[in-house]
């Protein structure tokens, strides 16, 4: 009998011949009609494959050569109603292929959702001169892979081996870099890092030439944060010119108006994270800057405290405000005060977020170099100013194996990822000289996860449960450990980073490691939907929903593993899943079993105060910081935002962002038609406009419900 070594796929690609995936299709099969078992799945497939050998002998097979053979065995074997499934199943794959080329133009080898082809297809893929797709996700990837392995050689090493390695990495989905990496890696831009932070010092050159260097990042795909504190208050003297100050808000719209002008390298909008001190003057104006919608809508912003001024808000003290000129108290004020208008503007708008930048500062790996005042536009990746960070995140439902974690694959996975990451640092270039300095300086990275909402549904664990957390301590815990295992392998045979003399590490007597920081959970945005998973740590935002592909194309999106438990379970019908799909909750759908709904539960299912819990539960092994969205619903009060920001306080989470539903008038998951409806009127409520059913706009993974970023 002769052995089958390789198969021949549709678009021409050879791969490696393996019997269990026709096992895996053969019992899915099996399994929407009752017929059969895994084990029977494997004797059939067993079947097929000398069915193969008998067809073929010493020739490749082809992939449509063995369905047909699959169906063969199927129906030789008299399981006529699987064979039929099976047949339905390759008619609506066929079906669905060629839907993904008429409505995206691109070649799909990696069997992506039409949505993630669509995101590839606008934001990633690169374009000849009139707009169109010049590369497939399979070359895109290829591209990535061979220019990140091209670090290699720095090193003296052949980089081919990387290359395949990391290759195998992206095309399996396990992991994905950020978004410029994946943009630009192997152009002409090469600038390859997602998070920049820029000082804003106290006088018109200086501001201005932040202004600069904001549009050179941005147009290369990054986004910037600032800490606004240095500015002097409105109305401040200026001595230069006998005039009087404009304060910082003032600055901050020409940012916002830049960022307006610029769009990341012609593929995504700028965006910005502001700060400001709780004790600068204009405090009062930066909390209620973006009460009014419109305003500084490119930037995110955030209340620098502290937990010395959390301390005053619970002991209902006094504290100055400092005019950062002279360093001079200019009034006292309750703290209280401060604390009541943050939580009542953030339950408003969701703007502005809090970040402890006491807490960001003490775990700053390099105090011998600056201080840390600001972070990232979303919060996750605290920064010194001129400091750059590339991000990257493991999709954690790639690592569920018989109802377990499979930490041995996953080892693997983060030791490949941080020696991509590492790369990165020396592949990008920099859009600025005192940027490329710090860097290389540090070498900072950030790897994440995305998937976890996944991985907890497959391992049959509530997202908000004990258990749960548990799960996120044990999970993060083992990546961090692994990552620094790598990165100190990584300085054995690189060297430490340039800034290490002086470190934490130094400092401890460690030995060296290759990067200032390891980890981040980054809020995943497009990078999970290309992976086809749950957002960061994000929950479920909607079990079913529609999904706006592009204009008049809206598609039903059913999370796959609840519909496999469905099928499974024989309580699936279109019309379910319909009825589901008009608020995307399953808690109050008939025929659905408790234990299910149980398992399923989504943002707006979860108390407020698991969402802070999961949070702090990640930022325990977490080098710089956890973007996580705190979701409301839509009648929640201001006294529901005071007890978030002080669970938050309590258990040392670094930053709290809350978003309630129906804030702010455009959101990127709505009901209905958000164009009709009035500012009084919740989305959370079924208004029976437009579909009737919960909407998300087509780069929407989870989280924030305005963002996409």
């Known amino acids: 009998m002769g052995v089958i070594k390789s198969v021949r796929k549709r678009d021409g690609r050879v791969v490696s011949y393996d019997r269990e995936k026709i096992a895996v299709a053969i019992f899915k099969a099996l399994q929407s009609t009752g017929e059969g078992t895994k084990e029977k799945a494997d004797e059939l497939a067993l079947k097929v494959e000398e069915e193969i050998i008998k067809k073929y002998g010493q020739e490749m097979p082809d992939v449509e050569g063995i369905q047909d053979l699959v169906e063969k065995v199927l129906i030789d074997s008299d399981l006529v109603e699987t064979a039929r499934a099976y047949i339905l199943y390759r008619k609506e794959r066929a079906e669905i292929r060629k839907a993904k080329e008429v409505l995206t133009g691109v070649k799909d080898e990696l069997k992506l959702s039409l949505n993630a082809l669509k995101v590839l297809e606008r934001r990633y893929l690169r374009k000849d001169e009139y707009g169109r ?78 202004v600069k260097y904001t549009a050179l990042i941005h147009k290369t795909g990054g986004g910037t944060g600032f800490s606004f504190t240095h500015l002097r208050p409105k109305n401040d003297v200026v001595k230069s010119t006998g ?62 405290i502290t937990e010395e001024f959390m301390k005053a808000v619970e002991n209902d003290e006094e504290i100055d405000l400092i005019n950062p000129r002279d360093g001079k108290p200019v009034r006292r004020v309750k703290a209280r005060v401060i604390f009541d208008l943050l939580v009542y503007n953030a339950w408003k708008s969701g703007d502005p977020g809090i970040i402890f930048v006491d807490r960001l500062d003490r775990d700053n790996p390099t105090p011998h170099i600056g201080h840390i005042e600001s972070t990232n536009p979303c919060g996750e990746q605290p ?44 592949m990008s270039r920099y859009p600025l000289e005192q940027i490329d300095r710090m860097v290389r300086g540090n070498r900072k990275i950030g790897l994440g996860v995305m998937g976890f909402a996944d991985m907890l549904i497959q391992l049959g664990i509530p997202y908000n449960s004990d258990e749960a957390l548990q799960k996120a301590e044990e999970i993060m815990s083992f990546i961090s450990k692994t990552a620094k295992e790598k990165s100190r392998q990584l300085a054995e045979e690189r060297g430490a980073f340039p800034n290490f003399k002086g470190s934490v590490f130094d400092q401890r007597g460690e030995p060296p490691i290759r990067n200032a920081t390891l980890t981040t959970i980054a809020p995943t945005g497009t990078i999970s939907i290309i992976g086809g998973c749950s957002s960061g740590i994000e929950p479920l935002f909607a079990v079913v929903y529609i999904r706006n592909v592009m204009e008049g194309t ?12 469905a099928k499974e379970q024989g309580f699936y019908s279109e019309e379910l899943m319909r009825e589901v799909a008009r608020t995307g909750s399953v808690q109050h759908v008939r025929g659905i079993p408790e234990k299910v709904k149980r398992l399923f539960v989504t943002a707006h299912d979860i108390h407020p105060e698991w969402h802070v819990r999961m ?95």
Do not use: W
């Open 615 to 709: 949070q702090a539960a990640f930022q325990k092994y977490v080098d710089n910081a956890v973007s996580k969205t705190v979701n409301l619903p839509y009648h929640a009060t201001p006294r529901d935002v005071e007890m978030i920001y002080m669970l938050g306080y309590k258990l040392g989470v670094k930053g709290i962002t809350v978003y309630r539903d129906g804030s702010k008038s455009e959101q990127v998951i709505y009901i209905g038609d958000s164009r009709n409806r009035t500012e009084t009127t919740p989305p959370s409520v079924n208004l029976n406009l437009g579909n009737g059913f919960l909407n998300v706009d087509s780069e929407y993974s989870g989280g924030c419900e305005t963002c996409t970023i």
């Open 243 to 304: 005039g009087i100050a404009s304060g910082p808000l003032s600055f901050m719209r020409v940012f916002d108006v830049a960022t307006d002008i610029i769009k990341q390298g012609g593929k995504r909008r700028g965006a910005n994270m502001g700060i400001l001190r709780y004790d600068h003057p204009d405090i009062f104006d930066f909390i209620t800057a973006k009460s009014t919608e419109g305003i500084l809508s490119n930037f995110n912003i955030s209340v620098a």
């Open 133 to 210: 797709p010049v590369e497939t996700p399979l070359e895109m990837f290829e591209r990535v892979a061979r220019n990140i392995a091209e670090a290699e050689k720095n090193y003296g090493k052949d980089p081919e081996e990387a290359h395949i390695k990391f290759f195998e990495l992206m095309t399996s989905l396990k992991f994905l870099p950020n978004s410029p990496t994946l943009m630009n890696a192997g152009t002409e831009l090469q600038q390859l890092a997602a998070c920049f932070v820029l000082p804003v010092g106290d006088s018109i050159e200086e501001i201005f030439d932040a």
């Open 554 to 565: 809206e598609l039903l999106e059913v999370n796959p593993y609840f519909e496999r438990i």
């Open 383 to 426: 920064l010194l100013p001129y400091e750059a960070c590339n991000l990257g995140s493991i999709n954690l439902s790639k690592f569920v194996k018989d109802g377990k974690i499979d930490y041995e694959h996953l080892k693997e996975v983060v030791y490949t990822a941080v020696h991509f990451l590492d790369n990165v640092i020396d």
